[in-house]
């Protein structure tokens, strides 16, 4: 007799009724999660669930008996997505960075917690040469979201800033998120490429640029490449071409003094010589979780 393997055939998930209740909703959604592969899998169901329900943790594992009532239909369609490997930051429209919530749309990449590593970094530059209390002016280049910018200007209260950002969708929901956090009258928003149109003196620029080589985009996880947009992922035929740009950028303004920049894994060195080719010395380095260098400051002696 031959032995027939049973093979376990993935049904696609039946869309919730509204008499289901969050517990179930729970269960079932990491259940298929985790055999889609996604390996934060109950981390997502609960993300999702709270988020769309607008409840917090403690709601959601204490009452686990409440039924779903209006919102089924949204949360099938977000497991619907979660499926397709759409990030839940996404479905959800919100990302927590640095312990405050920002709006997300399309138009802007999806924060990611190594990015903390560049307020790190810049805090403790502004820390050590004792410029806490003093009228700092910051540049935010491609801002996205306006994560870098929002998140230091409610840092330090004493900070001006300006934001620049190719992409005038963008800006919009930067200006929405500064304006969340209370931080939008210190802002300029600019739509123009790198610091066109600024004047110095900057004490601090902070970025977060595209830094993925263009030939290495197609092999990225679908969660980023298939959501994030291209414009925020694509550094240039060996992903330092915005790198090159701001080096070239700041070294026209006056009396600038501190960059920040996020770089992709293995990146820490070649961004380096970039702007020591422009006169600018190390300054600092930050390591993701991963131990990979992410954040890198440099600073010019004027
Ligand atoms: N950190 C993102 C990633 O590796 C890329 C963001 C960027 O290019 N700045 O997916």
Redo the contacts with the bound molecule.
């Keep these: 007799m031959n032995a027939i393997m049973p093979v376990e055939v993935q049904a696609p998930m039946q869309p919730f009724s509204s008499d289901q209740t969050i517990g179930t909703a729970l269960a079932l959604m990491t259940r298929a999660f985790a055999a889609a592969g996604i390996d934060s899998a109950q981390r997502d169901a609960r993300f999702l669930l709270q988020s769309l329900l607008g409840l917090d943790g403690a709601v959601l594992l204490t009452q686990p008996q409440r039924s779903l009532g209006d919102d089924a239909l949204r949360i099938s369609d977000a497991v619907r997505r979660r499926l397709a490997h759409e990030p839940v930051s996404r479905i959800a429209g919100r990302r927590e960075f640095y312990g405050r919530n920002f709006v997300i749309t399309p138009d802007v990449?999806d924060p990611?917690a190594?990015t903390e590593t560049v307020i790190d970094l810049a805090l403790d530059i502004i820390k050590s040469k004792g410029w806490a209390k003093k009228a700092l002016s910051i540049a935010d280049i491609g801002t996205g979201s306006g994560i870098l910018i929002a998140t230091l200007l409610a840092e330090l209260p004493n900070a001006r800033g300006i934001a620049t950002d190719v992409s005038p969708a963008a800006l919009t929901i930067a200006r929405q998120n500064a304006e969340r956090l209370g931080v939008a009258e210190r802002v300029t928003f600019v739509a123009a490429r790198g610091l066109e149109g600024c004047v110095g003196p900057l004490d601090l620029i902070v970025s977060?640029?595209?830094?993925?080589a263009t030939d290495k985009i197609a092999a990225?996880e679908p969660d980023?490449r298939n959501y994030?947009p291209m414009i925020?992922?694509d550094?240039g035929p060996d992903g330092l071409r915005v790198y090159r740009e701001i080096a070239e950028d700041i070294a026209k303004l006056q009396h600038s003094s501190c960059v920040v920049v996020?770089v992709?894994a293995g990146q820490a060195a070649d961004v380096k010589n970039v702007f020591s080719s422009v006169g600018w010395s190390l300054l600092g380095e930050r390591n993701d979780l991963g131990g990979h260098a992410r954040a890198v400051a440099l600073e010019i002696h004027s």
């Design positions: 990449l990611r190594d977060n640029p595209p830094y993925i990225l980023v994030d925020a992922l550094g996020e992709g």
